[in-house]
């Protein structure tokens, strides 16, 4: 019997809003447990902690997890990274759960990034993917960690790491704020609007700074959060963000205002740390090679994201480096499953 039409409405409304706020979070294997080397400073002795910030969300969530496991193998001594997760995702307490039962043993903080703090200071980018506020929860690093961690590296979820992050950690900042790998081939000009360059006002934010300005992606970072604090930079970067949403004098989303404020004053990091531009052409999605050199750290930046190419079937060749730090469960009786349907 057909329900009345009132009814349907009422059911599939009621069925609109429960598929929304279902849970899609996926199953994860646990994490192999990890264990100090012989040389490691006791794990919370002082200055033992290395922190390292991310971002955390569902949609990234199996990025983040082999993230998460390629810093702990690699690592000398990973019973001394803390991992702080910023979110905004309203299954808080999944995502809590599922970081915490991979990782069993890992020291872990879930941080509340509030997405009103960047309202009305996003202007659309190129990217759809690139206005999302989380992309822009990095700004608000000092103020989300607590006030005890100095330094914190931030990382990206679509990236692994090869080696001991402690490498990374380690580097002087040269009394630098912040450090990332730099790159000065890239035209740095074609970054901002030429509204930007021939409004004097805002192209002379340049002229000051202690050498020439070079790109640098925000998604390697080694900071001083307390110079950070002490310098006030949350506030110099939402400066430009106002000023982008009245003046558009960039293009892209979260990055140019690092550039405008950084720009030129960056502690430069070897390239080894951000292999990057592995997810492809931002166009036509086209699989990337490595660029000459060391490797310590690969960066699927750009559209493709290796979870989605190996799903797919189409995956780049790299894209097999990134496979064996992947967690995502997938039931052993699959191909047998497979097999029986065929049959
Ligand atoms: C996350 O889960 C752990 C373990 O279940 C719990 O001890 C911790 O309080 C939770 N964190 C937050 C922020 O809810
Ligand atoms: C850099 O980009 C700007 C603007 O997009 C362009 O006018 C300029 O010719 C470029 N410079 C080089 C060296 O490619």
């Not at 003046?247 to 502690?267: A, D, K, N, W």
Request: net charge positive; hydrophobic share 40%; glycine share 6%.
């Amino acid at each position: 019997m057909p329900l009345p039409p009132p009814l349907t409405l009422t059911l599939s409304l009621f069925l609109l809003i429960a598929a929304a706020f279902a849970t899609e979070i996926p199953r994860f294997r646990e994490a192999p447990a990890f264990r100090n080397g012989g040389n490691c400073a006791i794990a919370g002795s002082p200055g033992s902690t290395i922190h390292i910030a991310m971002t955390l969300d569902t949609t990234y969530l199996r990025g983040s997890i082999a993230a998460i496991f390629s810093v702990l193998r690699h690592s000398t001594c990973p019973e001394n990274i803390a991992f702080h997760f910023l979110t905004s995702s309203r299954h808080f307490q999944d995502l809590n759960r599922t970081i915490t039962t991979t990782f069993p043993s890992l020291s872990v903080s879930l941080l509340h990034f509030d997405p009103l703090l960047v309202r009305g200071k996003i202007s659309t980018s190129i990217r759809r993917a690139l206005d999302q506020p989380l992309n822009y929860a990095r700004i608000y690093l000092a103020e989300l960690l607590p006030p005890s961690v100095s330094r914190v590296i931030y990382l990206d979820s679509d990236l692994i790491v090869v080696d001991d992050v402690a490498n990374l950690w380690n580097i002087n900042l040269g009394g630098h704020v912040l450090g990332a790998p730099e790159y000065c081939h890239a035209n740095f000009t074609s970054y901002f609007t030429p509204k930007f360059w021939t409004t004097s006002e805002l192209s002379k934010t340049f002229l000051k700074r202690e050498k020439i300005p070079c790109y640098f992606n925000t998604g390697v970072m080694v900071i001083d959060v307390n110079k950070w604090r002490k310098g006030g930079y949350t506030s110099k970067l939402e400066h430009w963000m106002r000023l982008q949403k009245r003046h558009r004098i960039y293009q892209l989303g979260s990055l140019p205002p690092f550039l405008l404020v950084f720009g030129g004053e960056v502690q430069k990091i070897e390239h080894r740390w951000n292999q990057h531009g592995l997810g492809g052409d931002n166009i036509r999605g086209l699989c990337r090679d490595l660029h000459p050199g060391p490797v310590s750290l690969l960066h699927w930046s750009g559209k493709g994201k290796p979870w989605l190419r190996i799903d797919s079937n189409r995956p780049c060749p790299l894209d097999s480096l990134w496979a064996p730090y992947d967690l995502l469960y997938s039931p052993p009786s699959s191909s047998a499953a497979v097999l029986l349907s065929d049959g």
